[in-house]
């Protein structure tokens, strides 16, 4: 089981691709595995006869044996350990862009056509595909589907269960986490428990960033990205990390590590899960290219097909939660990052401008630091540079 990003910890395989026995080519496609945080398909980097240790629904850890590739004696030899034993190895196959699954086969012989996506929701919430009808093309069962026949579900089970009349909460209806939130649970409370953070505040002054961006959509070609304030806070960011470039790492075993590339985390929500997506060399890159990858990386976190090589490698994370109106809010920080700067409402305040006081668009940002990395003034000192970036935003158009 490889190691496919930062967090992964364990992996389930989802379904195998060849059969146990089967005569395997070099680049052919083995093996779905799920992932913390998105299901991929994986190729053989060698050939030679399939002998499949771990079954189809196994969850394993990063460097158990799952399969093994080789000759009759060298396959049956290794087929012979017990699937629970966990060993480093070296991984057996390499990551590649998940396919679209092919139909399913019931019992019945009907054959069930559903997107990727459908079938990732229906495994986390327990809906039988074969019970639910597709409102797609030809029939195929799409993410509404499944979302509709899990509400059914769920509301027929809230009838269902008895209530709890001691404490007056009515029926009460529980349900698993999927492994993502699982994971996200883990890791937030693991952060919280072992971090010693501290935050920092400062209002920056975006009239004349809002005042760009209105003038950059107005003159944008059509079809093209117009860069969002999210996007000149990550180039802010950036261009502020290549100058202190202590807060570009992280606290890991006991030792500093620094990072010689920046790249940016930035924190889109999905279907049930939250996803640091990675702008890799943010600090190298225009302004119109991180609005164009910002956007399709956000559009696979919603559709699910974001992969583990987009989601990892990250050594600063933004996280926005402005466009909700919310004016500031304490980000947990993605360990074992130094930091992560949480991005509050762009609103119209007073406030003194010129020795006047006057309507101005005002925006809160909040950095959580982890002290043993961080110290008050090198926190201090980050905050303020990206405050002047974004407040001469011609800075970041380049």
């Not at 967090?7 to 195998?16: A, H, K, Y």
């Not at 600063?316 to 920080?333: D, H, K, Q, Y």
Request: with cysteine; glycine share 10%; net charge negative.
């Amino acid at each position: 089981m490889p190691r496919l990003s930062d967090s992964m910890e364990e992996g389930t395989i989802v379904r195998w691709l060849k059969r146990d026995g089967d005569e395997v080519a070099r680049g052919e496609e083995l093996v779905e595995i799920e992932t913390d945080k998105a299901t991929m398909a994986y190729e053989s980097d060698t050939a030679g006869m399939l002998q499949i240790t771990a079954p189809e629904g196994a969850t394993l850890a990063v460097g158990a044996k799952i399969a093994v590739i080789g000759d009759d004696g060298s396959a049956a030899s290794a087929a012979a350990a017990p699937v629970s034993e966990v060993e480093t190895v070296e991984p057996v196959a390499t990551p590649v862009a998940a396919p679209e699954p092919p139909a399913l086969e019931p019992s019945s012989g009907e054959r069930v056509k559903a997107s990727p996506i459908a079938r990732r929701i229906a495994g986390e919430t327990g809906v039988d595909l074969h019970s639910v009808s597709g409102s797609g093309p030809g029939g195929r069962i799409v993410k509404v589907d499944v979302e509709g026949a899990s509400r059914g579900a769920l509301s027929a089970a809230a009838s269902s269960t008895s209530g709890d009349e001691a404490s007056g909460r009515g029926s009460v209806t529980s349900t698993e986490p999927s492994r993502t939130q699982a994971l996200i649970a883990r890791r937030m409370a693991e952060s919280r428990a072992t971090v010693p953070s501290f935050t920092l505040q400062i209002s920056v002054d975006m009239t004349t960033a809002t005042t760009l961006r209105a003038e950059l959509k107005a003159t944008a070609a059509e079809g093209q990205a117009v860069p969002t304030i999210n996007d000149m806070v990550i180039k802010a960011s950036a261009l502020a990390l290549r100058e202190q470039p202590q807060a570009n790492g992280a606290w890991r075993d006991g030792k500093f590590e620094h990072y010689s590339r920046i790249n940016i985390g930035v924190a889109v929500a999905g279907p049930g899960t939250l996803v640091a997506a990675t702008v890799f060399d943010a600090d190298a890159k225009t302004l119109a290219e991180i609005a164009a990858e910002t956007g399709e990386l956000a559009e696979r976190v919603r559709s699910g097909t974001i992969t583990p090589p987009q989601t990892s490698g990250g050594t600063f994370t933004v996280s926005n939660l402005g466009m909700f109106g919310v004016r500031s809010f304490e980000a947990v920080i993605n360990t074992p990052q130094a930091a992560i700067l949480a991005v509050g409402a762009v609103e119209q305040r007073a406030a003194v401008h010129e020795g006047e006081i006057e309507a101005r668009m005002v925006m809160e940002l909040t950095l959580a630091c982890d002290h043993r990395i961080l110290y008050g003034a090198d926190g201090a000192k980050l905050l303020a540079r990206i405050k002047a970036l974004l407040e001469a935003p011609l800075s970041l158009a380049s």
